[in-house]
DNA sequence: CCTGAAAATCGCAGTCG
DNA sequence: CGACTGCGATTTTCAGG
């Protein structure tokens, strides 16, 4: 399951987690390797499946989705297909991790107003039980692995 | 705040979140754009902090992170410079979240086995009680916003 | 927003250590 | 086998309409 990479693959994973859109000459540049040597690392680990994907960042509030929240769903039984369904419909949700413990999942859910959450909650709440917590800010966005584990 | 985006904006936004390595002239090609336009879209769009960068989707499991978990923080008072410390120390927090309720803040971390986990959480415990739940699965990997709220 | 040119980059050969 | 060089095709960038 796990790859090995070595000190430069690492080098190349940062920078393109940093920015997705380097050229490969300049990506070669910064890790000291011609562009061929570099093209050639990007292709193993794309193919590796280490790089799922490139992907743009866009800022919600930019865009009109002015609340962030968290949805935590408690889903008794086991029939997760109508979940699974509505997480095709509603493109408000926009991750689903589920987890251990008394929630079954939690769910992170965007929104353009507080009428507008409700009325998602709301959808959420025929599967079973659900508690919300609105995000006030987000000290650290997401980010990607800078480095092997140090601990295993 | 909100930016004014037309029905090109968004589509190209949903393509660069699709695939943020596309080419602007085949960007172009897909919303029907010269490559030009395209790019003078793409600037302003950039420029305006809509799109706030772009990012490779490395995969945790493949370059040694076996476990990903979900951590509630309760933190009392508000010297909040401590956590804001480690976020920039742990490179484990992957995300965090300074949310409404009883738990100020969500984190999200990545570790390589259990034990490693728990050493993560015993360093969050100084600041206060934590829940922390492992992801089993992610129904819904991370997605940006897919157009405009249909409410609000 | 389009056209059209120059500069940079990409992709693919062949070659070396 | 992994990394470097050279060349044609594509892309990026910038001028002007």
Chains 1, 2 share one sequence.
């Not at 090995?4 to 920015?19: F, P």
């Not at 991750?95 to 959808?123: F, Q, W």
């Not at 039980?129 to 800010?137: A, F």
Request: glycine fraction near 8%; aromatic fraction near 6%.
């Amino acid at each position: 399951m796990t790859e090995s990479l070595d000190a430069t693959d690492w080098s190349i994973l940062i920078e393109l987690q940093r920015d997705g859109r380097l050229a490969l000459t300049e990506l070669g540049r910064r890790v000291s390797l011609s562009a061929s040597a570099t093209t050639e690392r990007v292709r193993r680990l794309e193919e590796a499946g280490v790089i799922t994907g490139y992907r743009a960042d866009v800022d919600l509030s930019k865009v009109g989705f002015a609340v962030l929240a968290v949805v935590r769903l408690k889903y008794p039984g086991n029939r997760h297909e109508p979940l699974h369904h509505l997480l095709g419909e509603r493109a408000e949700i926009l991750e689903c991790l589920r987890i251990t413990g008394d929630d079954c999942y939690t769910l992170k859910v965007a929104a353009a107003s507080m009428p507008h959450l409700e009325s998602i909650v709301n959808e959420l709440s025929q599967f079973g039980g659900t508690t919300t917590n609105v995000v006030y800010s987000q000290p650290l966005r997401f980010r990607g692995p800078q480095g092997p584990p140090r601990m295993g």
